[in-house]
């Protein structure tokens, strides 16, 4: 039951992270955040391999006593809500800067590197967001030095380090301003001895 709750978190969150991305940009009238290819990376990064993880390691850990569907809107609505408002900024920073092209391939970057760190963010704890910006930091990094990932996907390097400078800071904001909403409301509450399952 942990892993399945894991998945749906990890898998709503991008939802409403894309879904309010596209509608913000699209309100804008300012071109799209991503193309279809850098789409696929996203997916496939944020979604797919972190899925298949969960579900294949999972974590032998109970369910709290909250109600399911408690669970999963705190996690995902200040999870997925913050990381679009992220990703929108980078965007518009890129789009006055650098033109629309790379503007797309800075958001890439920002929800792949985002997406990782909420995949980490389900098994919660501090170390594992650490190692989920470890992770996007090496994943992102390699990607473009591959070939085929860079002409399937349309992954190029950025133009200069202050560029993934400003991505590390948005996503760096997103991660502080979650983290003090999840003190503050947290998704799950603990679980005392002798405690009932969760409700739906």
Same mark, same amino acid.
């Given at each position: 039951?942990r892993?399945?709750?894991?998945?749906?978190? $990890?898998?709503?969150?991008?939802?409403?992270?894309?879904?309010?991305?596209?509608?913000?940009?699209?309100?804008?009238?300012?071109?799209?955040?991503?193309v279809?290819p850098?789409g696929?990376v996203?997916?496939?990064?944020?979604?797919?391999?972190?899925?298949?993880?969960l579900?294949?390691?999972p974590?032998?850990?109970?369910v709290?006593?909250?109600?399911?569907?408690?669970?999963?809107?705190?996690?995902?609505?200040?999870?997925?809500?913050?990381?679009?408002?992220?990703?929108?900024?980078?965007?518009m920073?890129f +789009?006055?800067?650098?033109?629309?092209?790379?503007a797309?391939?800075?958001?890439?970057?920002?929800?792949?590197?985002?997406?990782?760190? +909420?995949?980490f963010?389900?098994?919660?704890?501090?170390?594992?967001?650490?190692?989920? $910006?470890?992770?996007?930091?090496?994943v992102?990094?390699?990607?473009?030095s591959?070939?085929?990932a860079?002409? $399937?996907?349309?992954?190029t390097w950025?133009?200069?380090?202050?560029?993934?400078?400003?991505?590390?800071?948005?996503?760096a904001?997103? $991660?502080? @301003?979650?983290?003090?909403?999840?003190?503050?409301?947290?998704?799950e509450?603990?679980?005392?001895?002798g405690?009932?399952?969760? @409700?739906?």
């Amino acid at each position: 039951m942990r892993s399945l709750l894991e998945v749906i978190r $990890l898998n709503l969150t991008m939802v409403v992270c894309s879904a309010l991305l596209i509608l913000g940009v699209r309100i804008t009238q300012i071109g799209f955040p991503y193309v279809a290819p850098q789409g696929s990376v996203i997916n496939i990064f944020t979604l797919t391999i972190p899925s298949l993880l969960l579900t294949v390691l999972p974590v032998a850990a109970p369910v709290s006593r909250t109600s399911y569907s408690r669970i999963i809107a705190r996690f995902v609505i200040p999870a997925g809500v913050c990381l679009s408002i992220a990703a929108f900024t980078v965007y518009m920073f890129f +789009v006055q800067s650098t033109g629309i092209s790379y503007a797309q391939l800075a958001v890439t970057y920002t929800l792949v590197y985002g997406g990782i760190v +909420v995949g980490f963010l389900t098994r919660r704890g501090r170390l594992t967001a650490l190692l989920g $910006l470890t992770t996007a930091t090496v994943v992102t990094l390699l990607l473009p030095s591959i070939p085929l990932a860079s002409q $399937l996907f349309r992954l190029t390097w950025l133009a200069q380090p202050l560029d993934y400078a400003i991505i590390w800071l948005a996503v760096a904001a997103w $991660l502080a @301003v979650v983290l003090v909403i999840w003190r503050f409301f947290p998704p799950e509450q603990p679980l005392s001895t002798g405690a009932s399952p969760p @409700v739906p």
